[in-house]
Each structure stands twice: as structure tokens, then as C-alpha cells.
């Protein structure tokens, strides 16, 4: 057993037991349990280390070296060759890691190409170019490549790697970092295997060097690694059974490097800032951020969240917010994650709330129902007017990607929002004076059609029995004007809804529109009246019938398709709707009418248009007035 002493840099005092045997990593996670911070986080240090003792340490480094050389393939190097030389060519990144290996490797004698060093020398000894060209070079002789590589520790040992090519490499490795750091996401591009390798490769051969020479040159510090038993150190330290003393340091780095690079453990990475995030917040919280937006991590990068920081702590919430998307993003376990981890850091934060009410405009009905819940939990720590403010901001002008207003479901879009609006009113009645002038600016006619009918359905909350002239009815009748389809029908819809005293005029301006106005599609007119007019409305059925009257004249300008339309709401005012033949008894002059003119086009024409029409028509009539009341050509048609 060893009894390994730890002093933390606040001057704490850490024991544990330990057998000989145990690693370094072994001993990072036991002393995590005594409150020593994360393995992956805790630098072990031994002070004071004779040189000639440090050095028994060098064999094992020198194994860890070569393992990482062993996981090359020399194709995988002629690959990254060929891939350099052609259009596609490769990173920035990828060239500054070539370079340092070569910095590292040109003096060693395994290069050799036809007799030939791979890098041109100087007489100084220093590789004249170490450009993209000889770099590329160098990779097209994997196993020269490999072979240096693999004679770096002797070549060190023999003093062939000089001083000025390690400052070199180590400005590269700088540059690199650099790099990584300036990923916008948070997160690494993505790297070949070999590269990657060659990279590990580099950094470690760095520090090989300068540990060497720090133990030729007498006593040492050295930082214990994961995978060196106790009893090497204890043999270094010249303890042998007795306690052990080292120095502990907690560096958050390796975590945040871990995250940025994509290399380690990840899932440790994660818990590791869940422990010590809160010391370089800016950092931690971008790279967290983008871990909420991958299903495999956003769990964990919540839990990490919601443990480093206090809730309500608001320069955290803002960090967060910067680097994360917009709602929704993800699966719906990352858009949960993500709200959840927004709730805890700011439950009293604007900006939270601004995030949740705009997630109750965009997504899946799952999603929008998520945002709701949160809503309802920070609702209570804001003021009403705060509240409806946010509303008319996401409502009117927070969603660049507006819905297709010509599909029946785009008002469920919009009806969470317009839940909070109607508790809002419910509550204070003095929200009118901030919410009517939105209203009314966004009824205008230069305001898009979306803008226009969210007004609208807005004013149903605060309007039920208003006058048509007054400002904002008039407003929703001018834009109904203006509008056909769907959006026609939904903004007189609205219109009847604050003004149902105005019905008549309305129906008045719908039935003008069947007697020629122009203006509106007539087929909206008669979806309107369909969708509104009340049953059995006798000058709403008379206008229907003089419609259908004209069917001649119709037909040939418009076809069947709305006079096929007007007679099915003919028969559904006359309370009919629920018949599985919309259009069978009681027959009426109307049906007969149209029939005739059916019969004339189909015989000046020949037209399948008009022959479907007629077949179904005279199909539902047959049985009640017989096959001898109607014209031949349906009579034909039924025969045949």
C-alpha cells in the first residue's frame, strides 16, 4: 500500500490509501470523492525530482509514444497525399500539423528517397522549406514517415532534434490552438484519424523533449500521467513504501480542449464543467450550448448546467442565450433540455421570457406545447404589461418564417399566443391601450396578409359587439377587401366576430358579389356564405337561386366548378347538409336549370366537364321526379 499525500493549492490537505499497482487515473478518481475535482481536471504534481530518478519514467513515455505511431497505416499517409494534390487539397489545420511533424522529423536519418533527405537542408542544419509541397512530399513516404517517427526518442536521445525546430513546432501547435478556438460552434471541424494521430503524436513528442532535457539538467517537477502505476512514481520519488507527496492543481482546460477538439470523453468532458464551469463561464457555456443541440449529449449538458450554476443568475442566462439557437432546434429532447436549462439560470430574465413566448410561434405542436408549460412556470415573476409587450413583439414581427396562410391549420399556429393575449385581458383590463394600437397598425393595408389576420383574430379577444364603422372592424372589412382564399374567409370570419351586429352587410357585399361585382373571387364569396350565412337566410337563398338562374351565361364564362358550389350551399341553408347526396331532393327550379345548361355545354362542347356534373345531378334527382323529367343527355348518361 501506498499513502499518497496530496496538497492542494489553497494550502487543503487530501489522504488516501492506494495500492503500488493502481494507476495515476485510479488515483485522480479517488481523490474526486474527497472533493479533488474532476480526473479530468486534476494536475497531479511531484516537486523536486532528482533528474537521474526522473528518468526511469522515460522508457514508459517513450511506449505511449510509440502507441499512438502504431495506430498509423501508411495508406492512410499516401491517401492524405494524393487527396493534398488535388482540387479539394486540405486544411489550413491539416498543413499546420504537417508542418510541425516535420519540424520534429526532418534532421532524422530515416528520410531517405532515393538516396535523397526528404527536406532540403541548409548548411545551418535547419530545413530550408517545410511548406505545403514537402510536407505533402513527406507523406508521400509513409514508411520513412513512420520510421521517424519511431526514431524520435533515440534521435533526442542522440541530440539530433534541435532546440530551434521544437520553438518552431511549438508556434505551430500555438497557431493550431487558434484555430479550434475560432470554431464559432463550439465545436471541431472534423478531422482525419491519421491526422488527429498525427497531431496527439506531435504535442506529446513535444513534451517528451522537453522533459528529457529538463532531467539531464538536474532536478524536475513532473505532471504524474493517467496511465503510470503508483509504484514507478513511488520508485522515482525514492519513497518506497512510505507515503507519497504531490501537489494537486484543478485546470478546467483539458475539459474545454476536450469539448472544442472532439477528442476524450466527452460524457466526463461535460461533468467536468458540471463541477468547475462556473470559473471561465464564457467558454463553458458556448461549448455546453452546443452539446444542448445534439440528442446524445443534451441531457447531460443540462444536468451540467443546472449544477454549476445557482438558478437565477442572470450573466449566466445571457451567455447562454448568445450561443444558443433559436427555439426550436434539436429533437424534442434537446428543445426540453434546452428550455429546462433556461428556466433554472433565468426564471425572472426578459430575455427567457422573449425565448419561451417566441418557441410558442415555431415547431411541432409537441414543441409549442413545451414552450407553454415553461411559460405558465415564470409567468407569476413578470408584470402583465412586461408579459403583453412580448406578445405583440413575437406575435407581429418575431417569426421571419411566416405560415402558409392558405392551409386550415395556420390559426393553430398562432392560438397559444393568442391564449396568453386572452389571459392578459382577462387579468387587466388597461391592456387595450398597448395592444389596439398594434392592432390597428397592422390592419393596414401595406402590412402583409399574415400581419393583417393576426390582427384580426387579436381584436376578437378585446371586441364582441362592436359597430362596423368603428375603427377597428372597419380596419378588418378594408383588409377583407383585400384579400381572397383562405385569407378572405378567416378575415370575414373575424369580422362577424367583433361586429356580429354587422351580418346583413356583410352578406350583402357577399351576395353582390354572385350578382357580377367585381372585386372578389366568386368562389370565395360562396365559401364565406357557406362557412357563415345563417340557415334558412331566405335573401341569402334568393340570391343563391338568381345565381344559379344565370347558369347559361355562367357556365360559359366561369365553368361549373362555383355554380356546383353554390347550389351545395343552396342545399345546405335549406338544412340538408347532413345528406350523404348533397344535392338530391327536394329538387328545385334551381336544380333543373342548371341541369339544362349543363346539357347545352356538354352538347355544344362535348366537354367531361360538363358530363360528371350532369351524371351526378341526375342521379340524385332520378328516384324523385323520374328519369322522364330530366333532359335526354342526363338520361344518357345514366344508362350508360
Known sequence: MVLVEVERITGEQLECQMEEEDTILRLKQ??????????????????????????????????????????????????????????????????????????????????????????????????????????????????????????????????????????????????????????????????????????????????????????????????????????LYAEVAAVGGSSLKISLLTDLEPALQALEKGSGDTSEAIRALGVLGAKSPEKALKLLAAKLSHPATAMEAEEAITSAWKQGDDAAVTLLLDSLPELPHGTPNCRSSAVRALLHLGPKHQLVLHRMMGGLLVGTPEDKSQCMDAFRQIEGNFAVSSVVDCIMDHYFHGSNQ?????????????????????????????????????????????????????AAWAAEIFFNNALGKEPVPFRIWMSMLHQKGKAFLDLCESFLAVAPGSYQELMEHLCNELAGGDGLNRGDAIRAIGSLASKQDKKVMIQLRRYLGRADFILIREGPHYLLAALEVLHSLNGHEDDEKPWKSPATPAHFKLMKALAKRLTKTGSKSYSSPLLNLSLALTEEVGADELPSQATALGQS
Not at 494524393?82 to 482540387?87: F, L, M, V, Y
Not at 505545403?132 to 513527406?138: H, T, Y
Not at 402590412?447 to 389576420?453: C, G
Request: aromatic share 4%; net charge negative; hydrophobic share 40%.
Open 402 to 454: 411566416v405560415e402558409d396562410t392558405t392551409t386550415p391549420e395556420w390559426k393553430e399556429a398562432v392560438s397559444l399566443i393568442l391564449e396568453v393575449l386572452r389571459r392578459c385581458a382577462e387579468s387587466v383590463s388597461s391592456i387595450e391601450d398597448k395592444v389596439i394600437p398594434k392592432i390597428l397598425e397592422n390592419l393596414e393595408l401595406w402590412r402583409p396578409a399574415w400581419a393583417q389576420q393576426r
Open 30 to 231: 479517488s481523490l474526486e470523492l474527497l472533493g479533488g475535482g474532476p480526473p479530468m481536471c486534476q494536475r497531479l504534481l511531484m516537486h523536486n525530482v532528482e533528474g537521474h530518478q526522473a528518468q526511469r519514467l522515460l522508457p514508459v513515455m517513450a511506449q505511449q509514444l510509440q502507441e499512438l505511431v502504431d495506430q498509423i497505416a501508411p495508406g492512410q499517409l499516401q491517401q492524405l497525399s494524393r487527396r493534398a494534390n488535388t482540387k479539394q487539397g486540405i486544411s489550413g489545420e491539416i498543413r499546420l500539423c504537417l508542418e510541425t511533424s516535420a519540424h520534429l522529423l526532418a534532421r532524422s536519418p530515416h528520410w531517405t528517397a532515393a538516396g535523397e533527405k526528404a527536406f532540403k537542408m541548409e548548411m545551418a542544419g535547419r530545413p530550408l522549406d517545410t511548406s505545403l509541397p514537402e510536407c505533402v512530399k513527406m507523406c508521400s513516404q509513409p514508411q520513412s514517415f513512420i520510421a521517424a517517427m519511431s526514431g524520435f526518442v533515440e534521435d533526442v536521445a542522440r541530440g539530433w532534434v534541435l532546440e530551434e525546430e521544437i520553438l518552431e513546432a511549438e508556434q505551430c501547435v500555438e497557431v493550431m490552438s487558434g484555430l479550434e478556438e475560432a470554431d464559432k460552434d463550439g465545436t471541431r471541424r472534423s478531422l482525419d484519424p491519421v491526422v488527429c494521430r498525427i497531431r496527439d503524436w506531435t504535442i506529446r513528442a513535444i513534451r517528451y523533449y522537453r522533459e528529457f532535457r529538463q532531467m539531464q539538467e538536474g532536478a524536475v517537477s513532473l505532471e504524474l500521467l493517467d496511465q503510470i502505476n503508483l509504484a
